[in-house]
């Protein structure tokens, strides 16, 4: 796969944006989901790719009301059933996740693949004001909490979380292997502590 060029940003900025072309690109279309899909920009760009695509967030205020690409649907991701999907999208939500949410919703992905964007904890978090806790072990995964934001003025916080969990690197790498995932990486990371990881299932 292709070097993306360094600089993209938090959001939808380049790198972000090419990274996930890139790894959607080597799946046929067919039935995906988006989950905590945000205000729908890769839901929009799988639909124009030939997806069928359904988007899920619990805060609907954000889709587009004029988007009839994508079947919108307001509601918790970790209740979500996903065994109609053939590809799940995890872009941005996994760190906005508790340890055992995280383990869940592997295990309701289990022999589809995702593509993952996340943070780890790898202490580069670059110039962001990241509110991380010293190192925790939790179900036998190494990390640090993240204090979330608070929920009412920050849309991008969790839902229903005050503290989430981000995995150390080779931590995540072991949280997927246990859950039937081999792991490509995006290099060069479009942020310090952030980077797309396609996630395969291991075919026995």
Known sequence: MADVPE?????????????????????????????????GTF???????????????ARGDRYP???RRVNWKVGDVRTADLTDF??????GLFYHLTV????????RCSGRPIIL??????ERKGGHPFRLTDPVTVR???GRHYIEPDQASHSPASWGNELSFWPRTRDLYKMLADHGYDVLT????????????????VRS
């Open 43 to 57: 839901a929009r760009d799988a639909a124009d790719a030939g997806w069928t695509v359904t988007a899920i967030d």
């Open 117 to 122: 964007d996340t943070h780890v904890a790898n």
């Open 65 to 67: 009301t004029d988007e």
């Open 140 to 142: 036998g995964y190494t």
């Open 100 to 107: 055992d949410d995280q383990i869940d919703l592997l295990s």
């Open 86 to 91: 053939d590809l799940i999208l995890c872009l």
């Open 7 to 39: 600089g993209g940003t938090h959001g939808n900025g380049p790198a972000r944006i090419n990274w996930f072309q890139q790894m959607l690109g080597l799946f046929p279309p067919g039935r995906l989901v988006d989950l905590g899909s945000g205000h």
């Open 186 to 201: 995006g290099t060069p990371w479009y942020e310090p502590s952030r980077t797309f990881f396609l996630c395969l299932p």
